[in-house]
């Protein structure tokens, strides 16, 4: 392990009888998973594995994160034992079809909002197919059921130096908890929708193996089928009413998509306006 890194520990026992059981489901062989009983945020020790030449594929998961965080740096809160706090090295310098999605075009740059749409499918296919329960993507990185969150997705680029990679983290909130005044009416977890837990290798696996097969679509080129897959999922990127801050003040409109890069399309009374970052706010 780098320096200064906790050293991780004996994977649980049913990560290690999931990992057995879906042996079949990985066409690469299985996953390098590492685990440790608590970190600062799993993002943050992949990152220092990837710098130090960890493999693609190496997944990173965490009992608790004391510092997990989210988009535009807001925490994510990560109890001992509540959620699935997991993160991804992703090497997709190498691969042509890949980079040529980069917003610069440059080599050894990443277009992490189409890692993001692909990432985002695959968790909700997985988490739909260990729960049926209808959850639903809200762009651009939440999981969402009804209108309360269930699950987030941060994609972190680095390159240079001959160490590019892309850091995917994500975290399934499992089990109820006491979540902190300004996101309890917006909260969920698989045990309150569901009334009871589940198992949280089996959960873990299948986010995996479904993120295997969404990013091997993202590396052949594949982006209309991702697009699409996100779009059947994505029900409230269109039609949905949105507001948001601008330099000349708030904004609003209706969602009307997604374009092929991942921006989403708000009409308002003077057109279509195109949404890359910032909070929208959904009314």
Same mark, same amino acid.
């Given at each position: 392990?780098?320096? &200064?890194? !906790? &050293? !991780?520990?004996?994977?649980?026992d049913d990560v290690v009888a999931a990992l057995d059981r879906a042996r079949g489901h990985f066409s690469a062989g299985v996953p390098r998973v590492l685990y440790f009983p608590s970190v600062t945020s799993t993002n943050d020790v992949a990152a220092r594995m990837a710098d130090v030449g960890a493999p693609d594929g190496t997944v990173i998961v965490a009992q608790m994160q004391a510092a997990g965080r989210g988009r535009l740096g807001r925490t994510w809160f990560s109890p001992p034992g509540a959620g699935l706090y997991a993160s991804v090295i992703l090497r997709l310098v190498n691969d042509p079809d890949a980079m040529s999605f980069a917003a610069d075009g440059e080599p050894g740059t990443f277009f992490t909002p189409m890692i993001t749409l692909a990432a985002g499918v695959a968790f909700a296919e997985a988490v739909r197919g260990c729960t049926h329960l209808p959850v639903d993507i809200k762009w651009p990185n939440d999981l969402v059921v009804g209108r309360r969150k269930l699950a987030g997705i941060?994609?972190?680029? @680095?390159?240079?130096?001959? *160490?590019?990679?892309? =850091?995917?983290?994500?975290? =399934?909130?499992?089990? &109820?908890?006491?979540? !902190? !005044?300004?996101? @309890?009416? $917006?909260?969920? /977890? =698989?045990?309150?929708? +569901?009334? $009871? @837990?589940?198992? $949280?290798? *089996? +959960?873990?696996?299948?986010?995996?193996? &479904?993120?295997? +097969? %969404? *990013?091997?679509?993202?590396?052949?080129?594949? *982006?209309?089928?991702? +697009?699409?897959? %996100? $779009? /059947?999922?994505?029900p409230s990127s269109r039609g949905a009413r949105v507001e948001w801050t601008t330099a000349a003040g708030t904004a609003s409109g209706v969602t009307d998509g997604i374009d092929g890069e991942g921006a989403l399309l708000v009409r308002t009374g003077s057109g279509i306006e195109r949404i890359i970052a910032g909070e929208i706010r959904w009314l």
């Open positions: 392990m780098p320096d &200064s890194l !906790p &050293s !991780p520990v004996a994977l649980p941060l994609a972190e680029a @680095a390159a240079g130096g001959g *160490t590019g990679h892309v =850091i995917l983290g994500f975290g =399934i909130n499992l089990r &109820s908890a006491a979540y !902190p !005044p300004e996101i @309890a009416d $917006r909260a969920t /977890s =698989i045990e309150a929708e +569901l009334g $009871r @837990a589940i198992d $949280r290798g *089996t +959960l873990l696996v299948e986010c995996l193996a &479904s993120l295997a +097969l %969404w *990013t091997q679509a993202l590396r052949v080129g594949r *982006t209309d089928a991702i +697009l699409d897959r %996100w $779009r /059947s999922l994505a």
